[in-house]
Protein backbone atom coordinates (compact mmCIF):
# COMPACT_ATOMS: atom_id res chain seq x y z
CA UNK A 1 0.00 0.00 0.00
CA UNK A 2 2.57 2.10 0.81
CA UNK A 3 4.18 1.93 -3.27
CA UNK A 4 0.74 2.33 -4.53
CA UNK A 5 0.29 6.00 -1.89
CA UNK A 6 3.95 6.57 -3.35
CA UNK A 7 2.44 6.33 -7.52
CA UNK A 8 -0.52 7.90 -6.75
CA UNK A 9 1.50 11.28 -5.21
CA UNK A 10 3.81 11.29 -8.35
CA UNK A 11 1.88 10.49 -11.03
CA UNK A 12 -0.50 11.30 -13.03
CA UNK A 13 -3.01 8.80 -12.33
CA UNK A 14 -6.86 8.50 -14.03
CA UNK A 15 -9.53 10.05 -12.04
CA UNK A 16 -11.27 6.20 -11.46
CA UNK A 17 -8.51 4.95 -10.17
CA UNK A 18 -8.37 7.76 -7.63
CA UNK A 19 -11.80 7.01 -6.60
CA UNK A 20 -11.23 3.38 -6.02
CA UNK A 21 -8.46 3.76 -3.55
CA UNK A 22 -10.33 6.46 -1.75
CA UNK A 23 -13.17 4.31 -1.68
CA UNK A 24 -11.29 1.70 -0.32
CA UNK A 25 -10.04 3.61 2.15
CA UNK A 26 -13.18 4.54 3.47
CA UNK A 27 -14.98 1.13 3.93
CA UNK A 28 -11.66 0.09 6.04
CA UNK A 29 -10.06 -1.34 3.13
CA UNK A 30 -5.99 0.15 3.18
CA UNK A 31 -3.94 0.94 5.49
CA UNK A 32 -3.99 -0.31 9.40
CA UNK A 33 -7.99 -1.60 9.36
CA UNK A 34 -6.71 -3.58 6.19
CA UNK A 35 -3.63 -4.92 8.17
CA UNK A 36 -6.06 -6.14 11.00
CA UNK A 37 -8.55 -7.44 9.20
CA UNK A 38 -5.64 -9.66 7.04
CA UNK A 39 -4.15 -10.94 10.61
CA UNK A 40 -7.82 -11.88 11.55
CA UNK A 41 -8.08 -13.93 8.65
CA UNK A 42 -4.30 -15.54 8.52
CA UNK A 43 -5.10 -16.73 12.45
CA UNK A 44 -8.21 -17.80 11.83
CA UNK A 45 -7.17 -19.52 8.61
CA UNK A 46 -4.13 -20.81 10.25
CA UNK A 47 -6.00 -22.56 13.18
CA UNK A 48 -7.83 -24.34 10.04
CA UNK A 49 -5.26 -25.50 8.30
CA UNK A 50 -4.09 -26.82 11.49
CA UNK A 51 -6.35 -29.14 12.44
CA UNK A 52 -6.64 -30.56 8.95
CA UNK A 53 -8.10 -29.14 5.73
CA UNK A 54 -11.23 -30.47 5.04
CA UNK A 55 -9.49 -33.14 2.07
CA UNK A 56 -6.89 -34.41 5.16
CA UNK A 57 -9.58 -35.04 7.71
CA UNK A 58 -9.88 -38.55 8.54
CA UNK A 59 -13.95 -39.46 7.65
CA UNK A 60 -14.06 -42.09 10.08
CA UNK A 61 -16.40 -40.94 12.71
CA UNK A 62 -20.02 -39.01 12.85
CA UNK A 63 -17.78 -36.19 14.29
CA UNK A 64 -15.90 -34.97 11.68
CA UNK A 65 -18.53 -32.90 9.87
CA UNK A 66 -19.22 -31.00 13.33
CA UNK A 67 -15.46 -30.43 14.37
CA UNK A 68 -14.59 -29.37 10.66
CA UNK A 69 -17.64 -27.32 10.11
CA UNK A 70 -16.60 -25.11 13.12
CA UNK A 71 -13.38 -24.36 11.87
CA UNK A 72 -14.81 -23.52 8.47
CA UNK A 73 -17.03 -21.08 10.42
CA UNK A 74 -14.35 -19.55 12.27
CA UNK A 75 -13.21 -18.57 8.90
CA UNK A 76 -15.89 -17.43 7.45
CA UNK A 77 -16.82 -14.56 9.94
CA UNK A 78 -13.84 -12.54 9.29
CA UNK A 79 -13.90 -13.12 5.84
CA UNK A 80 -17.38 -12.24 5.56
CA UNK A 81 -16.46 -8.84 7.29
CA UNK A 82 -13.78 -7.98 4.89
CA UNK A 83 -15.81 -9.06 2.23
CA UNK A 84 -18.85 -7.10 3.48
CA UNK A 85 -16.92 -3.68 3.41
CA UNK A 86 -15.48 -5.58 -0.40
CA UNK A 87 -19.23 -5.18 -1.57
CA UNK A 88 -19.55 -2.07 -0.84
CA UNK A 89 -16.80 -0.38 -3.20
CA UNK A 90 -16.99 -3.10 -6.10
CA UNK A 91 -20.15 -4.52 -8.03
CA UNK A 92 -19.85 -8.29 -7.51
CA UNK A 93 -18.38 -7.92 -3.91
CA UNK A 94 -21.81 -8.08 -2.41
CA UNK A 95 -22.57 -11.70 -4.41
CA UNK A 96 -19.48 -13.14 -2.81
CA UNK A 97 -20.40 -11.96 0.47
CA UNK A 98 -23.42 -13.67 -0.17
CA UNK A 99 -22.11 -16.75 -0.96
CA UNK A 100 -19.80 -16.86 2.40
CA UNK A 101 -22.88 -16.20 4.00
CA UNK A 102 -24.84 -18.80 2.70
CA UNK A 103 -22.02 -21.43 3.09
CA UNK A 104 -21.97 -20.85 6.88
CA UNK A 105 -25.36 -21.11 6.93
CA UNK A 106 -25.59 -24.23 5.28
CA UNK A 107 -22.92 -25.64 7.87
CA UNK A 108 -24.72 -24.37 10.67
CA UNK A 109 -27.79 -26.43 9.19
CA UNK A 110 -26.59 -29.10 8.86
CA UNK A 111 -24.87 -29.05 12.16
CA UNK A 112 -28.42 -28.77 14.01
CA UNK A 113 -29.78 -31.75 11.91
CA UNK A 114 -26.98 -33.97 13.06
CA UNK A 115 -27.89 -32.99 16.58
CA UNK A 116 -31.51 -33.89 16.72
Not at 39 to 47: M, P, T
Not at 50 to 63: F, L, M, Q, T
Amino acid sequence: LNRLREVLATEPVPATTTSLFMALSDHGLSGPQLMFKKAVIDAAYADYVAHGRVGEIPKDDARWFRRTGRRIIRFLGPASTALDSLAEVIPFGGAIAEAAGLAGQAIELHRDRKKR
